[in-house]
Protein backbone atom coordinates (compact mmCIF):
# COMPACT_ATOMS: atom_id res chain seq x y z
CA UNK A 1 0.00 0.00 0.00
CA UNK A 2 1.37 3.40 -0.89
CA UNK A 3 2.04 5.65 2.05
CA UNK A 4 1.71 9.67 1.63
CA UNK A 5 3.74 12.18 3.22
CA UNK A 6 1.78 15.36 4.19
CA UNK A 7 3.60 18.85 5.04
CA UNK A 8 1.69 21.17 6.64
CA UNK A 9 2.71 25.28 6.66
CA UNK A 10 0.23 26.73 9.66
CA UNK A 11 0.55 30.23 10.21
CA UNK A 12 -2.43 33.08 12.33
CA UNK A 13 -3.74 34.20 8.94
CA UNK A 14 -4.02 30.66 6.77
CA UNK A 15 -2.71 27.34 6.52
CA UNK A 16 -0.66 25.22 3.33
CA UNK A 17 -0.44 21.79 2.96
CA UNK A 18 1.33 19.35 0.31
CA UNK A 19 0.99 15.66 -0.08
CA UNK A 20 3.79 13.90 -1.35
CA UNK A 21 4.72 9.88 -2.35
CA UNK A 22 7.04 8.10 0.12
CA UNK A 23 10.38 9.80 -2.53
CA UNK A 24 9.58 13.55 -1.30
CA UNK A 25 7.89 14.27 -4.80
CA UNK A 26 4.82 16.46 -4.54
CA UNK A 27 1.77 15.13 -6.38
CA UNK A 28 -1.41 18.07 -4.67
CA UNK A 29 -1.63 21.21 -2.69
CA UNK A 30 -4.19 22.50 -0.81
CA UNK A 31 -4.86 25.58 1.59
CA UNK A 32 -7.45 26.91 4.07
CA UNK A 33 -7.71 29.67 6.71
CA UNK A 34 -5.98 30.14 9.90
CA UNK A 35 -4.26 27.79 11.81
CA UNK A 36 -3.07 29.57 15.36
CA UNK A 37 -2.79 26.51 17.85
CA UNK A 38 -2.45 28.88 20.54
CA UNK A 39 -5.53 31.14 20.10
CA UNK A 40 -8.08 28.79 18.11
CA UNK A 41 -6.64 25.18 18.84
CA UNK A 42 -9.80 23.69 17.12
CA UNK A 43 -10.56 25.84 14.62
CA UNK A 44 -6.70 25.35 13.65
CA UNK A 45 -7.40 21.83 14.11
CA UNK A 46 -10.23 21.88 11.52
CA UNK A 47 -8.21 24.09 8.51
CA UNK A 48 -4.82 21.68 8.94
CA UNK A 49 -7.56 19.00 8.29
CA UNK A 50 -9.26 20.76 5.53
CA UNK A 51 -5.99 21.86 3.79
CA UNK A 52 -4.53 18.40 3.73
CA UNK A 53 -7.52 17.19 2.34
CA UNK A 54 -7.38 19.84 -0.54
CA UNK A 55 -3.85 18.19 -1.27
CA UNK A 56 -5.35 15.05 -2.09
CA UNK A 57 -7.95 16.13 -3.69
CA UNK A 58 -5.09 18.27 -6.16
CA UNK A 59 -3.84 15.26 -6.01
CA UNK A 60 -5.98 13.00 -7.63
CA UNK A 61 -6.35 11.01 -4.80
CA UNK A 62 -9.22 10.34 -2.02
CA UNK A 63 -9.05 12.05 0.30
CA UNK A 64 -9.46 10.28 3.05
CA UNK A 65 -6.48 8.49 2.62
CA UNK A 66 -5.43 11.84 5.38
CA UNK A 67 -5.54 9.16 7.53
CA UNK A 68 -2.77 7.16 6.58
CA UNK A 69 -0.80 9.96 6.00
CA UNK A 70 2.36 10.58 7.84
CA UNK A 71 2.71 14.52 8.81
CA UNK A 72 4.70 17.04 9.02
CA UNK A 73 3.90 20.20 11.20
CA UNK A 74 5.56 23.66 10.79
CA UNK A 75 3.28 25.92 13.47
CA UNK A 76 4.21 29.26 15.25
CA UNK A 77 2.77 28.27 18.71
CA UNK A 78 4.88 24.79 18.57
CA UNK A 79 6.97 25.92 21.79
CA UNK A 80 4.04 25.98 24.15
CA UNK A 81 3.75 22.86 25.73
CA UNK A 82 0.03 22.71 26.32
CA UNK A 83 -0.84 23.63 23.15
CA UNK A 84 0.95 21.06 21.17
CA UNK A 85 -0.33 18.22 24.05
CA UNK A 86 -3.75 19.34 23.01
CA UNK A 87 -3.60 18.92 19.22
CA UNK A 88 -1.13 16.29 18.64
CA UNK A 89 -4.18 13.49 19.17
CA UNK A 90 -6.59 15.24 17.94
CA UNK A 91 -5.29 15.90 14.30
CA UNK A 92 -6.68 13.74 11.72
CA UNK A 93 -3.35 11.73 10.68
CA UNK A 94 -1.73 8.03 11.10
CA UNK A 95 1.23 9.90 12.33
CA UNK A 96 2.05 13.61 12.85
CA UNK A 97 4.99 15.71 14.17
CA UNK A 98 4.83 18.97 15.25
CA UNK A 99 7.71 21.21 14.97
CA UNK A 100 8.10 25.31 14.42
CA UNK A 101 7.37 26.97 11.43
CA UNK A 102 10.59 28.34 11.35
CA UNK A 103 12.39 24.90 11.06
CA UNK A 104 10.33 23.74 8.42
CA UNK A 105 11.13 27.63 6.25
CA UNK A 106 14.68 26.63 7.16
CA UNK A 107 14.73 23.76 5.61
CA UNK A 108 12.99 24.58 2.06
CA UNK A 109 15.04 28.09 2.13
CA UNK A 110 18.43 26.46 2.56
CA UNK A 111 17.93 22.87 2.01
CA UNK A 112 20.48 20.38 3.99
CA UNK A 113 22.73 23.01 4.32
CA UNK A 114 24.37 25.02 6.82
CA UNK A 115 23.24 28.85 6.95
CA UNK A 116 20.70 30.70 8.96
CA UNK A 117 17.16 32.28 7.81
CA UNK A 118 15.68 34.99 9.16
CA UNK A 119 11.93 35.38 9.32
CA UNK A 120 10.19 39.06 9.26
CA UNK A 121 6.42 39.33 9.45
CA UNK A 122 3.70 40.12 11.76
CA UNK A 123 6.75 38.49 14.29
CA UNK A 124 10.25 37.77 13.81
CA UNK A 125 12.43 34.38 14.40
CA UNK A 126 16.16 33.64 13.48
CA UNK A 127 17.21 30.06 12.80
CA UNK A 128 20.71 28.91 12.36
CA UNK A 129 21.92 25.44 11.25
CA UNK A 130 25.51 24.22 11.52
CA UNK A 131 25.60 20.44 10.64
CA UNK A 132 23.01 18.59 12.80
CA UNK A 133 22.27 21.63 15.26
CA UNK A 134 19.17 24.26 14.47
CA UNK A 135 19.55 26.96 17.04
CA UNK A 136 16.67 29.61 17.48
CA UNK A 137 16.80 33.53 18.19
CA UNK A 138 14.26 35.81 18.97
CA UNK A 139 10.63 34.03 18.41
CA UNK A 140 9.64 35.42 21.68
CA UNK A 141 6.30 36.97 20.18
CA UNK A 142 5.40 40.29 20.43
CA UNK A 143 5.29 41.63 23.91
CA UNK A 144 9.17 40.86 25.06
CA UNK A 145 10.36 40.10 21.75
CA UNK A 146 9.49 40.09 18.07
CA UNK A 147 11.47 44.10 17.60
CA UNK A 148 11.18 44.92 13.77
CA UNK A 149 8.08 42.60 13.39
CA UNK A 150 5.11 44.29 11.76
CA UNK A 151 3.45 44.22 14.93
CA UNK A 152 6.22 46.28 16.51
CA UNK A 153 6.32 48.36 13.76
CA UNK A 154 2.92 49.02 13.57
CA UNK A 155 2.39 50.00 17.41
CA UNK A 156 5.74 52.63 16.65
CA UNK A 157 4.19 54.02 14.35
CA UNK A 158 0.61 54.38 16.35
CA UNK A 159 3.02 55.25 19.38
CA UNK A 160 4.57 57.65 17.27
CA UNK A 161 0.97 59.63 15.81
CA UNK A 162 0.45 60.12 19.96
CA UNK A 163 3.60 62.01 20.61
CA UNK A 164 3.20 63.79 17.55
CA UNK A 165 -0.59 64.91 18.55
CA UNK A 166 0.59 65.91 21.74
CA UNK A 167 3.68 67.91 20.38
CA UNK A 168 5.86 65.85 22.35
CA UNK A 169 7.29 64.81 18.51
CA UNK A 170 7.15 66.32 15.27
CA UNK A 171 4.26 65.39 13.30
CA UNK A 172 4.68 64.26 10.09
CA UNK A 173 2.35 63.24 6.79
CA UNK A 174 2.64 59.91 8.12
CA UNK A 175 1.62 60.37 11.89
CA UNK A 176 -0.87 62.72 10.20
CA UNK A 177 -2.42 59.92 8.37
CA UNK A 178 -2.32 57.53 10.92
CA UNK A 179 -4.25 59.84 13.79
CA UNK A 180 -6.49 60.49 10.87
CA UNK A 181 -7.64 56.89 10.71
CA UNK A 182 -8.66 57.82 14.11
CA UNK A 183 -10.84 60.42 13.25
CA UNK A 184 -8.10 62.61 14.80
CA UNK A 185 -9.32 61.17 18.37
CA UNK A 186 -6.93 59.45 20.22
CA UNK A 187 -9.44 58.04 22.58
CA UNK A 188 -10.47 55.54 19.88
CA UNK A 189 -6.74 54.36 18.79
CA UNK A 190 -6.71 54.04 22.88
CA UNK A 191 -9.89 51.70 22.76
CA UNK A 192 -8.04 49.89 19.52
CA UNK A 193 -4.94 49.07 21.91
CA UNK A 194 -7.18 48.15 24.51
CA UNK A 195 -7.90 44.46 21.98
CA UNK A 196 -5.50 44.75 19.38
CA UNK A 197 -3.01 41.87 18.65
CA UNK A 198 -0.14 41.42 16.85
CA UNK A 199 -1.69 41.28 13.64
CA UNK A 200 -3.93 44.17 14.16
CA UNK A 201 -0.82 46.40 14.85
CA UNK A 202 0.77 44.92 11.81
CA UNK A 203 -1.66 45.87 9.58
CA UNK A 204 0.11 49.48 9.51
CA UNK A 205 3.79 48.06 9.45
CA UNK A 206 3.20 48.14 5.38
CA UNK A 207 2.78 52.18 5.44
CA UNK A 208 5.77 52.95 7.67
CA UNK A 209 7.45 51.53 4.55
CA UNK A 210 5.45 53.24 2.36
CA UNK A 211 6.22 57.02 4.00
CA UNK A 212 9.79 56.01 4.43
CA UNK A 213 9.96 55.79 1.21
CA UNK A 214 8.30 58.79 0.23
CA UNK A 215 11.24 60.82 2.96
CA UNK A 216 8.92 60.97 6.13
CA UNK A 217 11.17 61.68 8.79
CA UNK A 218 8.93 59.62 11.62
CA UNK A 219 8.70 56.68 9.38
CA UNK A 220 12.36 56.95 8.62
CA UNK A 221 13.78 56.93 12.32
CA UNK A 222 11.06 53.97 13.05
CA UNK A 223 12.37 51.79 10.19
CA UNK A 224 15.94 52.44 11.13
CA UNK A 225 15.56 51.86 15.05
CA UNK A 226 13.65 48.66 13.69
CA UNK A 227 16.75 47.52 11.22
CA UNK A 228 19.21 48.39 13.65
CA UNK A 229 17.58 45.26 15.66
CA UNK A 230 17.47 43.14 13.04
CA UNK A 231 21.22 43.64 12.00
CA UNK A 232 22.10 43.12 15.68
CA UNK A 233 20.00 39.79 15.53
CA UNK A 234 21.44 38.53 12.23
CA UNK A 235 25.00 39.18 13.35
CA UNK A 236 23.88 36.98 16.06
CA UNK A 237 22.82 34.11 13.25
CA UNK A 238 26.14 34.68 11.17
CA UNK A 239 28.04 34.58 14.17
CA UNK A 240 26.68 30.90 14.87
CA UNK A 241 26.62 30.17 11.11
CA UNK A 242 30.45 31.58 10.72
CA UNK A 243 29.15 34.09 8.05
CA UNK A 244 27.73 31.24 6.51
CA UNK A 245 24.50 31.42 3.69
CA UNK A 246 21.44 34.18 5.00
CA UNK A 247 18.35 34.41 3.70
CA UNK A 248 15.73 36.72 4.38
CA UNK A 249 11.98 35.35 4.70
CA UNK A 250 8.18 36.87 5.77
CA UNK A 251 6.32 39.36 4.53
CA UNK A 252 8.69 42.27 4.98
CA UNK A 253 12.04 40.76 4.12
CA UNK A 254 11.95 42.42 0.88
CA UNK A 255 10.99 45.58 2.50
CA UNK A 256 13.48 45.46 4.71
CA UNK A 257 16.64 45.53 3.13
CA UNK A 258 17.44 48.59 1.71
CA UNK A 259 17.37 49.06 5.61
CA UNK A 260 19.89 46.85 6.66
CA UNK A 261 23.24 47.03 7.08
CA UNK A 262 25.45 46.17 4.04
CA UNK A 263 27.61 44.01 5.67
CA UNK A 264 24.13 41.84 5.51
CA UNK A 265 22.91 42.67 2.28
CA UNK A 266 25.82 41.85 0.58
CA UNK A 267 25.32 38.43 1.70
CA UNK A 268 21.87 37.40 1.54
CA UNK A 269 20.68 34.85 -0.76
CA UNK A 270 17.04 33.69 -2.33
CA UNK A 271 15.52 31.13 -1.25
CA UNK A 272 15.53 27.69 -2.69
CA UNK A 273 11.78 26.48 -1.79
CA UNK A 274 9.29 27.46 0.17
CA UNK A 275 8.37 26.51 3.56
CA UNK A 276 5.47 23.59 2.19
CA UNK A 277 8.37 21.83 0.26
CA UNK A 278 10.60 22.02 3.44
CA UNK A 279 8.06 20.61 5.49
CA UNK A 280 7.90 17.19 2.64
CA UNK A 281 11.73 17.03 2.98
CA UNK A 282 11.58 16.84 6.89
CA UNK A 283 8.42 14.69 7.11
CA UNK A 284 10.57 12.30 4.94
CA UNK A 285 13.42 12.44 6.45
CA UNK A 286 11.40 12.11 9.91
CA UNK A 287 9.44 8.76 9.01
CA UNK A 288 11.97 6.86 6.61
CA UNK A 289 12.65 4.55 8.86
CA UNK A 290 8.54 3.99 9.31
CA UNK A 291 8.15 3.69 5.96
CA UNK A 292 10.75 1.69 5.25
CA UNK A 293 9.55 -0.70 7.86
CA UNK A 294 5.86 -0.12 6.42
CA UNK A 295 7.02 -0.86 2.43
CA UNK B 1 -27.90 70.61 58.45
CA UNK B 2 -24.17 70.10 57.78
CA UNK B 3 -23.41 69.53 54.00
CA UNK B 4 -20.03 67.40 54.04
CA UNK B 5 -17.41 67.36 50.90
CA UNK B 6 -15.77 64.07 49.98
CA UNK B 7 -12.89 63.85 48.07
CA UNK B 8 -11.22 60.40 46.65
CA UNK B 9 -8.26 59.72 45.28
CA UNK B 10 -8.73 56.07 42.99
CA UNK B 11 -5.94 54.21 42.02
CA UNK B 12 -5.07 50.47 40.28
CA UNK B 13 -4.13 49.38 44.05
CA UNK B 14 -6.07 51.55 46.75
CA UNK B 15 -8.28 54.30 47.30
CA UNK B 16 -8.05 57.10 49.14
CA UNK B 17 -11.31 59.01 50.67
CA UNK B 18 -11.57 62.28 52.68
CA UNK B 19 -14.35 63.96 54.27
CA UNK B 20 -14.51 68.08 54.85
CA UNK B 21 -16.91 70.75 55.91
CA UNK B 22 -18.42 72.81 53.90
CA UNK B 23 -14.86 75.26 54.13
CA UNK B 24 -12.91 72.66 52.83
CA UNK B 25 -11.57 71.43 56.55
CA UNK B 26 -10.71 68.15 56.71
CA UNK B 27 -12.19 66.37 58.92
CA UNK B 28 -11.09 62.28 58.57
CA UNK B 29 -9.69 60.48 56.09
CA UNK B 30 -9.94 56.52 55.34
CA UNK B 31 -8.16 53.90 52.44
CA UNK B 32 -9.42 51.05 50.95
CA UNK B 33 -8.97 48.94 48.26
CA UNK B 34 -8.36 49.14 44.50
CA UNK B 35 -10.26 51.37 42.47
CA UNK B 36 -9.63 50.37 39.02
CA UNK B 37 -13.39 51.35 37.08
CA UNK B 38 -12.14 50.30 34.06
CA UNK B 39 -11.06 46.49 34.98
CA UNK B 40 -13.03 46.35 37.78
CA UNK B 41 -16.04 49.13 38.12
CA UNK B 42 -18.48 47.10 40.59
CA UNK B 43 -15.59 46.36 42.94
CA UNK B 44 -13.82 49.95 42.59
CA UNK B 45 -17.78 51.59 43.87
CA UNK B 46 -17.68 49.16 47.07
CA UNK B 47 -14.04 50.23 47.58
CA UNK B 48 -14.85 53.83 47.07
CA UNK B 49 -17.80 53.63 49.43
CA UNK B 50 -16.21 51.76 52.49
CA UNK B 51 -13.17 54.39 51.85
CA UNK B 52 -15.59 57.33 52.26
CA UNK B 53 -17.42 55.55 55.05
CA UNK B 54 -14.20 54.93 57.13
CA UNK B 55 -13.33 58.68 56.70
CA UNK B 56 -16.36 59.67 58.18
CA UNK B 57 -16.06 57.15 60.93
CA UNK B 58 -12.85 58.67 61.47
CA UNK B 59 -13.77 62.21 61.53
CA UNK B 60 -16.33 61.20 64.53
CA UNK B 61 -19.27 61.08 62.43
CA UNK B 62 -22.15 58.68 60.82
CA UNK B 63 -20.92 56.60 57.81
CA UNK B 64 -24.23 56.97 56.43
CA UNK B 65 -23.48 60.54 55.86
CA UNK B 66 -21.98 59.78 52.59
CA UNK B 67 -25.34 59.63 51.19
CA UNK B 68 -25.62 63.51 51.53
CA UNK B 69 -22.45 63.59 50.64
CA UNK B 70 -20.98 66.15 47.75
CA UNK B 71 -18.19 63.86 46.15
CA UNK B 72 -15.20 65.03 44.10
CA UNK B 73 -13.69 62.07 41.97
CA UNK B 74 -10.49 61.81 40.97
CA UNK B 75 -9.90 58.45 39.20
CA UNK B 76 -7.74 56.85 36.23
CA UNK B 77 -9.78 55.67 33.38
CA UNK B 78 -11.95 58.43 33.64
CA UNK B 79 -10.97 59.16 29.90
CA UNK B 80 -13.24 55.78 29.13
CA UNK B 81 -16.36 57.33 28.39
CA UNK B 82 -18.90 53.94 29.16
CA UNK B 83 -17.22 53.46 32.18
CA UNK B 84 -17.77 56.79 33.69
CA UNK B 85 -21.48 55.94 32.67
CA UNK B 86 -21.85 52.82 34.64
CA UNK B 87 -20.05 54.34 37.76
CA UNK B 88 -21.66 57.66 38.09
CA UNK B 89 -25.15 56.54 38.68
CA UNK B 90 -24.10 53.96 40.96
CA UNK B 91 -22.18 56.06 43.59
CA UNK B 92 -23.55 56.50 47.22
CA UNK B 93 -23.34 60.14 47.06
CA UNK B 94 -25.58 63.26 46.74
CA UNK B 95 -23.58 64.30 43.74
CA UNK B 96 -20.65 63.03 42.71
CA UNK B 97 -18.01 64.85 40.26
CA UNK B 98 -15.69 62.31 38.07
CA UNK B 99 -12.64 63.46 36.95
CA UNK B 100 -9.18 62.49 35.95
CA UNK B 101 -6.11 61.16 39.16
CA UNK B 102 -4.08 63.82 37.61
CA UNK B 103 -6.83 66.72 37.67
CA UNK B 104 -6.49 66.05 41.97
CA UNK B 105 -2.64 65.44 41.86
CA UNK B 106 -1.64 68.83 39.71
CA UNK B 107 -4.62 70.65 42.35
CA UNK B 108 -3.35 69.40 45.05
CA UNK B 109 0.78 69.53 44.13
CA UNK B 110 0.57 73.28 42.78
CA UNK B 111 -3.09 74.58 44.63
CA UNK B 112 -4.51 77.34 42.09
CA UNK B 113 -1.75 78.64 40.13
CA UNK B 114 0.10 78.35 36.87
CA UNK B 115 2.68 75.10 36.23
CA UNK B 116 2.89 71.46 35.50
CA UNK B 117 3.21 68.02 37.73
CA UNK B 118 4.41 64.93 35.66
CA UNK B 119 3.17 61.47 37.09
CA UNK B 120 5.58 58.70 36.96
CA UNK B 121 4.16 55.81 38.74
CA UNK B 122 3.09 52.31 36.92
CA UNK B 123 1.77 54.46 33.55
CA UNK B 124 2.80 58.87 33.22
CA UNK B 125 0.40 61.48 32.35
CA UNK B 126 2.01 64.97 32.84
CA UNK B 127 -0.56 68.02 33.13
CA UNK B 128 0.12 71.77 32.62
CA UNK B 129 -2.41 74.31 33.68
CA UNK B 130 -2.17 78.06 32.62
CA UNK B 131 -5.33 80.77 34.38
CA UNK B 132 -8.80 78.63 33.95
CA UNK B 133 -6.95 75.76 30.56
CA UNK B 134 -6.10 72.72 31.89
CA UNK B 135 -3.98 70.43 29.04
CA UNK B 136 -3.13 66.71 29.87
CA UNK B 137 -0.18 65.66 27.63
CA UNK B 138 0.66 61.55 27.20
CA UNK B 139 -1.56 58.94 29.37
CA UNK B 140 -2.54 57.16 27.00
CA UNK B 141 -1.96 53.84 28.79
CA UNK B 142 0.51 51.40 28.38
CA UNK B 143 0.22 49.89 24.93
CA UNK B 144 0.48 53.08 22.60
CA UNK B 145 2.03 55.23 25.77
CA UNK B 146 3.73 55.85 28.96
CA UNK B 147 6.96 55.58 27.54
CA UNK B 148 9.93 55.82 30.96
CA UNK B 149 6.98 54.11 33.22
CA UNK B 150 7.02 51.79 35.57
CA UNK B 151 5.09 49.10 33.39
CA UNK B 152 7.30 49.98 30.16
CA UNK B 153 10.57 50.19 32.74
CA UNK B 154 9.81 46.27 33.23
CA UNK B 155 8.37 45.39 29.79
CA UNK B 156 12.19 46.53 28.78
CA UNK B 157 13.95 44.74 31.44
CA UNK B 158 12.50 41.75 30.21
CA UNK B 159 12.98 42.29 27.06
CA UNK B 160 16.62 42.98 27.60
CA UNK B 161 17.21 39.66 29.31
CA UNK B 162 15.75 37.93 26.49
CA UNK B 163 18.08 39.69 24.33
CA UNK B 164 20.94 38.75 26.50
CA UNK B 165 19.87 35.56 26.45
CA UNK B 166 20.04 34.85 22.63
CA UNK B 167 23.61 36.56 22.67
CA UNK B 168 21.98 39.56 20.68
CA UNK B 169 22.81 41.65 23.90
CA UNK B 170 25.56 41.71 26.35
CA UNK B 171 24.41 40.10 29.65
CA UNK B 172 24.91 41.74 32.66
CA UNK B 173 24.28 41.16 36.39
CA UNK B 174 20.25 42.59 35.57
CA UNK B 175 19.55 40.65 32.69
CA UNK B 176 20.72 37.16 34.62
CA UNK B 177 18.80 38.04 37.79
CA UNK B 178 15.79 39.03 35.75
CA UNK B 179 16.20 35.58 33.92
CA UNK B 180 16.86 33.79 37.01
CA UNK B 181 13.55 34.78 38.12
CA UNK B 182 12.51 33.12 35.59
CA UNK B 183 14.20 29.84 36.14
CA UNK B 184 16.45 30.79 33.25
CA UNK B 185 13.66 29.83 30.87
CA UNK B 186 12.33 32.54 28.65
CA UNK B 187 9.42 30.13 27.47
CA UNK B 188 8.19 30.87 31.44
CA UNK B 189 8.92 34.24 30.74
CA UNK B 190 7.15 34.70 27.40
CA UNK B 191 4.03 32.53 29.15
CA UNK B 192 3.91 35.39 31.94
CA UNK B 193 3.98 38.06 29.22
CA UNK B 194 1.02 36.78 27.68
CA UNK B 195 -1.25 37.68 30.78
CA UNK B 196 0.87 40.66 32.41
CA UNK B 197 -0.92 44.21 33.12
CA UNK B 198 1.30 46.46 33.39
CA UNK B 199 1.36 46.77 36.85
CA UNK B 200 2.78 42.89 37.06
CA UNK B 201 5.58 44.71 34.69
CA UNK B 202 5.78 47.77 36.99
CA UNK B 203 7.41 45.38 39.74
CA UNK B 204 9.81 44.92 37.89
CA UNK B 205 10.55 48.78 37.61
CA UNK B 206 12.67 49.58 40.82
CA UNK B 207 15.16 46.66 40.20
CA UNK B 208 16.03 48.82 37.15
CA UNK B 209 16.99 51.66 39.29
CA UNK B 210 18.66 49.86 41.67
CA UNK B 211 21.04 47.81 39.28
CA UNK B 212 21.40 51.27 37.75
CA UNK B 213 23.19 52.50 41.22
CA UNK B 214 25.38 49.67 40.93
CA UNK B 215 26.73 50.34 37.52
CA UNK B 216 24.92 48.00 35.64
CA UNK B 217 25.23 48.83 31.39
CA UNK B 218 21.63 47.74 30.58
CA UNK B 219 19.77 49.07 33.20
CA UNK B 220 21.42 51.80 33.06
CA UNK B 221 21.05 52.46 29.00
CA UNK B 222 17.30 51.04 29.76
CA UNK B 223 17.24 54.47 32.26
CA UNK B 224 18.84 56.39 29.68
CA UNK B 225 16.51 55.62 26.86
CA UNK B 226 13.53 56.43 29.47
CA UNK B 227 14.61 59.61 31.22
CA UNK B 228 15.23 61.04 27.29
CA UNK B 229 11.45 60.56 26.99
CA UNK B 230 10.15 61.95 29.84
CA UNK B 231 12.65 64.88 29.22
CA UNK B 232 10.91 65.49 25.65
CA UNK B 233 7.33 65.43 27.68
CA UNK B 234 8.67 67.70 30.36
CA UNK B 235 10.20 70.02 27.64
CA UNK B 236 6.78 69.83 26.31
CA UNK B 237 4.43 70.60 28.99
CA UNK B 238 7.21 73.97 30.21
CA UNK B 239 6.62 74.94 26.78
CA UNK B 240 3.27 75.40 27.43
CA UNK B 241 3.62 77.06 30.87
CA UNK B 242 6.18 79.04 29.79
CA UNK B 243 8.81 77.48 31.88
CA UNK B 244 6.64 77.73 35.53
CA UNK B 245 6.58 75.79 38.39
CA UNK B 246 7.18 71.98 37.78
CA UNK B 247 6.42 69.02 40.30
CA UNK B 248 6.91 65.34 39.76
CA UNK B 249 5.06 62.83 41.17
CA UNK B 250 4.33 59.60 41.57
CA UNK B 251 6.13 56.42 43.02
CA UNK B 252 9.09 56.88 40.67
CA UNK B 253 9.89 60.35 40.57
CA UNK B 254 12.16 60.63 42.87
CA UNK B 255 14.06 57.42 41.22
CA UNK B 256 14.04 59.23 37.98
CA UNK B 257 15.11 62.77 39.59
CA UNK B 258 18.98 62.19 38.73
CA UNK B 259 18.26 60.63 35.45
CA UNK B 260 16.47 63.67 33.92
CA UNK B 261 17.87 66.76 32.43
CA UNK B 262 19.65 69.45 34.30
CA UNK B 263 17.27 72.04 32.43
CA UNK B 264 14.55 70.36 34.09
CA UNK B 265 16.35 69.54 37.47
CA UNK B 266 17.04 72.48 38.56
CA UNK B 267 13.13 73.53 38.53
CA UNK B 268 11.49 71.11 40.28
CA UNK B 269 9.38 72.21 43.63
CA UNK B 270 7.81 69.66 45.83
CA UNK B 271 3.97 69.43 46.17
CA UNK B 272 2.46 71.60 48.14
CA UNK B 273 -0.04 69.19 49.22
CA UNK B 274 -1.61 65.76 48.23
CA UNK B 275 -3.83 65.00 45.63
CA UNK B 276 -6.68 63.86 48.19
CA UNK B 277 -6.18 67.37 49.29
CA UNK B 278 -6.50 68.66 45.79
CA UNK B 279 -9.77 66.47 45.80
CA UNK B 280 -11.29 68.41 48.53
CA UNK B 281 -10.35 72.19 47.06
CA UNK B 282 -11.81 70.80 43.45
CA UNK B 283 -14.66 69.70 45.36
CA UNK B 284 -15.12 72.93 47.27
CA UNK B 285 -14.98 74.90 44.13
CA UNK B 286 -16.97 72.74 42.37
CA UNK B 287 -20.05 72.39 44.93
CA UNK B 288 -19.74 75.35 46.12
CA UNK B 289 -22.85 77.50 44.32
CA UNK B 290 -25.01 74.10 45.10
CA UNK B 291 -23.90 74.23 48.94
CA UNK B 292 -24.63 78.50 49.12
CA UNK B 293 -27.89 77.32 47.81
CA UNK B 294 -28.52 74.48 49.94
CA UNK B 295 -27.55 76.36 52.74
Redesign the interface.
Known amino acids: MQRYLVGIDGGGTSCRAAVADATGRILGRGKSGASNIMTAPDTAILNMTDAARSAFIDAGLDADLVESAHAYLGLAGN???NTVAYVLPRLPFYQSVIESDGLIALQGALGNGDGAVAILGTGTIYLARTGADVRS??G??Y???D?GSGGRLG?MA??QS?LAY????PQSAMTRAVLDEFSNE??K???F??A?KPGDYGRYAPRVFEFAAKGDDAAQAILRQSAAFID??L??VS?ITDGGRLCLLGGLSALYVPYLSTRHQERLVPPVEDALSGAIALAKATFANMMDGAA
Open positions: NVEVGWGHLGLQLQLDGIAPRMVASQALADRE
